[in-house]
């Protein structure tokens, strides 16, 4: 199963506080074993909200809210792709993590069969050029 893993904002991460050098060793220490488990597909950091933007949907009108966001308990600092075999792995993977004062949160993918009848042969064709697609791009 693919999870996403997500790392909580904190005040200092929605102030811009940038990692020491021994967190960011200990961080990449961390995903090098997550990598020679061949866990770790995806993962990367975010600017603070302060560099971003919402844009909400309503019907057909769209609207650009400027960041900062007030809710830092609702805003992600980062993230991390995994594949693994259940969702007590990934568990268990979060606990070996370095974080100290963190929330993480982890949230299964949804798979093609997750959809039933209504991901007919066609948009699954769509879906597979599409990771195709993404894949080949990716490796440019």
């Known amino acids: ?5 997500i790392v909580k904002a904190t005040a200092d991460s929605e ?3 940038m990692p020491s050098e021994a967190e960011l060793t200990e961080m990449g220490q961390f995903n090098e074993a997550l990598a020679a488990a061949g866990v770790m597909l995806a993962g990367e950091g ?11 949907c309503e019907g057909q009108s769209r609207t650009v809210i400027d960041g900062p966001f007030t ?3 609702e ?7 995994w594949q693994v075999a259940s ?19 982890i949230r ?13 042969p066609e948009l699954r064709a769509q879906e597979d050029r599409l990771r195709a697609q993404m894949e080949q791009q990716a490796n440019l």
């Open 71 to 73: 809710e830092t308990k």
């Open 87 to 105: 969702m007590a792995e990934a568990i268990a993977w979060v606990k070996r993590s370095p974080f100290q004062k963190d929330d993480i949160e």
């Open 46 to 56: 975010l600017h603070p909200s302060a560099k971003g933007v919402r844009v909400r």
């Open 15 to 17: 102030a811009g506080v």
């Open 1 to 5: 199963m693919k999870v996403m893993v």
């Open 108 to 120: 299964p993918l949804f798979e093609a069969d997750d959809f039933g009848e209504a991901l007919t």
């Open 75 to 81: 805003l992600i600092a980062g993230f991390w792709i």
